[in-house]
């Protein structure tokens, strides 16, 4: 088995790194598409019981749109009905990401539990 350290939030941590550094510097249609695909892959994923996989994809999404999308040099020729639809998605996506977070922290716990009690290291 993989190490990992015995630390849950220290393991929650390490899930958050990968998302964060990636750069929205293309066409506008080419970064809706990205945002589509985070957040279709984020459901995806967590329709497949992958919890950090989907929240890692859910975190991209909504730091993407959030953060990344309105500094964007073409994001006011998006539709009002358009920026809504992301406005919904990043709700879902945030609450969504909650839920997982809790998820995550609660299975690391029980982890670290059952390697404390066995002194088995992960």
Known sequence: ?????????DRFRKII??????????PLDKV???LDTFYSLGVAYHEG???????AYFFRFVDA???KLPKHPNYNALTNAYKEELCRRTIRSISTAEKLKAEILSKYCKEAEVTSD???RM
């Open 17 to 26: 790194p990968p998302c964060r550094y990636y750069k929205l510097k293309m």
């Open 49 to 55: 019981n992958q919890l950090e996989k989907a929240y």
């Open 65 to 67: 749109v959030v953060d």
């Open 118 to 120: 066995t002194g088995l």
């Open 1 to 9: 088995m993989k190490p990992q350290t015995s630390n849950p939030v």
């Open 32 to 34: 809706l598409q990205k």
